[in-house]
């Protein structure tokens, strides 16, 4: 498998200012981070709210520019681009927003939306644009009547299907999720996942997920990067990362599913200042395992295909149950069968389906 | 939305009904009895008030008053001035022009200014055009027109000797000459207004560009200049016409002070002789023409409001 998109050493930092504008800190979030998304592969982001995933996924497109570390986009580094062969570039990766209400102009017609990057770089002629953005909402399953219609005109779920519509149009090789369904109902949620996996496979689609939940994540995703305080603590397999967690952050996150049978105490308290995060090992200040190590040195990233930031990543307690059959999807799971028309409702809603 | 198009309109009546009372029944309380101002030297002799109370109805209860007065309004007759001996609707017609004149020029001096002053300080925020930009606009807010206008006087016509210090020559007369007599109070008006846009381009602008429509069009590889003119300034702009409307209203119905600093006879300087004279139905007249002027620009408003916002229309 050849490598898409590869991130070496990436650090993003945010200065934060005082009253009077001076350089007060800087939020931490993302700490030295290296990852590589192989070609036609989905890879999720996980981690709570404020770890840094959101920028991650941000700098991967180079929409933020990072502080220092490289970004490289098909053995291309995005830094040493022009700014105009950086604009060329971004037909091949776009993203979907996790707002489906402020990602679409208000001013802009759905079809308008959609063929602004067909347009931008030269995609289709002209007089094949309207049959292209047909084409496109039949993909996402809108009817091709939305075309002249604007967005307010639609329910969140329908905005995300024209937001992904609008991500398709240029034909990108890398898609970037960032939390894409996580403002919509559950019920939605399933039809846009459903949708986005179809997509993903129908189009051998490179897909980075950003996202805080780990049923959604289960249900697309190849491999799984989780990180904490802007940096990743663990990282593999999907199955793996997931069914056998082996970083005590992870564990706690696959523990706190709805429905995960385990008797892994959850987290306490909020996660540290992501201004002045903890030294060494930035999970220990709410790890049970930590030790005096910990706190004073930064463990790294190790291990071939399923990779652990933790210095006790041996020694540790195997998980007091595997964690059986990913209880926290099944909910989303029988949505799922349901808007997909087979597998009966246990409430008898699926009569009419 | 014809159906809304048909309420808004319909608004415009009670509103202007309400005005009128306003109008009139605020103008009674004012101190200084006409009848004394208008008899001059004969104040002393009884019968003469008397005959002049009559003779403009002024010994009759109030609103035996206001309904003559609205019913001749109805008809298109705003009366007779006491003073002046011309019938308002003559003055009206006469000032509207150049009240009209100018709040025009300002509006343009001001929407020419205070837009891209807008737009720049919130591209460039926190950077030196930004803290220039809002500087000026603080003093444009806190500059008294007056001032402002005198300083200007002193240094464009008694130092430099450019523009003629006051006066007024009609467009139709001498268009050069015009111009030349209403740029500065135009500019004095403008500079207030330019300043409040600014503002309020700036923030609308500031809170379009962190919209993820904006990182969109970004992400799209749109060009910058593109991602800020088409899609965030769009976006921005619908506020801030529904305010620059407003504002023109505002310089519609004069300004009193610069009329007086630069002696232009429009609406603002009609309006305080008028005052001054216990003049009621030039009062009556002008307040209720330009509270027309207002009612109706805040529907242009309105409708301009629609038009630009495409999550008005269908609703």
Not at chain 1, 54 to 62: A, D, H, I
Not at chain 2, 79 to 89: A, Y
Request: hydrophobic share 50%; with cysteine.
């Amino acid at each position: 498998m050849t490598v898409l998109l590869e991130l070496r050493d990436v650090v993003k930092h945010f200065p934060v200012r005082d009253a009077l504008g001076r350089r007060a800190g800087a939020v931490h979030a993302v700490d030295g981070v290296s990852l590589s998304v192989a070609e036609g592969e989905v890879l999720a982001i996980v981690g709570e709210s404020g770890c840094g995933k959101s920028t991650l996924g941000r700098v991967m497109l180079r929409l933020i520019e990072p502080d220092s570390g490289s970004v490289r986009f098909a053995g291309e580094d995005l830094a040493t681009l022009s700014p105009s062969a950086l604009r060329a570039r971004r037909r091949d990766m776009q993203i979907i927003f996790q707002d489906p209400f402020g990602s679409l102009d208000p001013r802009m017609t759905v079809a308008q939306a959609i063929a602004e990057p067909l347009r931008l770089h030269r995609l289709v002629p002209r007089a094949e644009e309207p049959a292209r953005v047909t084409e496109l909402l039949r993909r996402v399953g809108l009817r091709p009547e939305s075309a002249g219609r604007w967005p307010h005109e639609f329910s969140g779920g329908q905005r995300q299907r024209i937001a992904i519509a609008r991500a398709l149009a240029s034909n990108p090789r890398l898609i970037i999720g960032d939390e894409p369904v996580s403002a919509l109902d559950v019920s939605v949620q399933a039809q846009v996942i459903n949708l986005l996996r179809d997509l993903i496979r129908d189009l051998r689609l490179t897909f980075v997920l950003v996202s805080h939940d780990l049923g959604v994540v289960r249900h697309v995703a190849d491999r799984v990067a989780v990180m904490y305080l802007g940096r990743i603590v663990e990282e593999g397999p999907a199955e793996e990362v997931l069914g056998a967690p082996r970083h005590p952050y992870t564990r706690a996150l696959v523990a706190a599913m709805p429905g995960a049978q385990t008797k892994t105490p959850p987290l306490e308290g909020d996660v540290p200042s992501p201004i002045a995060p903890p030294s060494g090992c930035r999970f220990h200040t709410r790890c049970a395992f930590a030790a005096e190590r910990c706190r004073a040195e930064t463990p790294r990233l190790e291990g071939m295909g399923h990779a652990v930031a933790c210095h006790f990543a041996e020694s540790l307690p195997p998980p007091a149950e595997r964690i059986a059959a990913l209880g926290g999807g099944e909910r989303l799971a029988r949505l799922q069968a349901f808007f997909r028309g087979t597998a009966p409702s246990p409430t008898g809603m699926g009569e009419h389906a | 939305m014809w159906l809304w198009l048909l309420k808004r309109i319909g608004q415009v009546l009670p509103t202007l009904f309400i005005l009128s009372i306003l109008i009139f029944g605020l103008q009674q309380l004012m101190p200084g009895d006409p009848a004394l101002i208008l008899a001059g030297e004969e104040r002393g002799d009884p019968q003469v008030l008397a005959q002049i109370r009559a003779e403009l109805r002024l010994d009759r209860p109030i609103y035996e008053q206001y309904l003559y007065w609205i019913g001749n309004v109805l008809t298109g007759d705003f009366g007779f001035s006491w003073r002046i001996r011309m019938p308002v609707s003559q003055l009206i017609l006469d000032k509207l022009p150049v009240t009209a004149q100018l709040a025009a020029m300002s509006f343009i001096i001001a929407v020419l200014i205070g837009v891209p002053a807008g737009i720049i300080s919130a591209v460039k925020r926190d950077q030196p055009a930004d803290w220039a930009a809002n500087g000026v606009a603080l003093f444009g807010i806190s500059t008294p027109n007056f001032w402002l206008g005198i300083m200007m006087i002193l240094f464009f016509s008694a130092e430099l000797g450019w523009l003629p210090p006051s006066g007024y020559v009609p467009l139709t007369e001498d268009f050069w000459q015009s111009i030349a007599t209403t740029i500065m109070p135009a500019f004095v008006l403008g500079t207030g207004v330019a300043s409040v846009l600014m503002r309020h381009t700036r923030a609308a602008m500031l809170t379009a560009l962190s919209q993820d429509y904006v990182r969109t069009a970004r992400a799209k590889g749109l060009r910058e200049r593109v991602v800020v003119w088409k899609h965030a300034l769009r976006n921005a702009l619908i506020p801030v016409v529904t305010l620059g409307a407003i504002e023109f209203g505002r310089l519609l119905a004069g300004a009193v002070l610069t009329e007086q600093v630069f002696t232009i006879p429009g609406f603002g300087k009609l309006i305080v002789d008028a005052v001054f004279n216990r003049d009621y139905p030039v009062v009556q007249g002008v307040v209720l023409a330009t509270a027309l002027i207002f009612v109706l620009l805040s529907l242009v408003a309105d409708l301009l409001y629609m038009a630009i916002n495409p999550r008005l229309r269908q609703a």
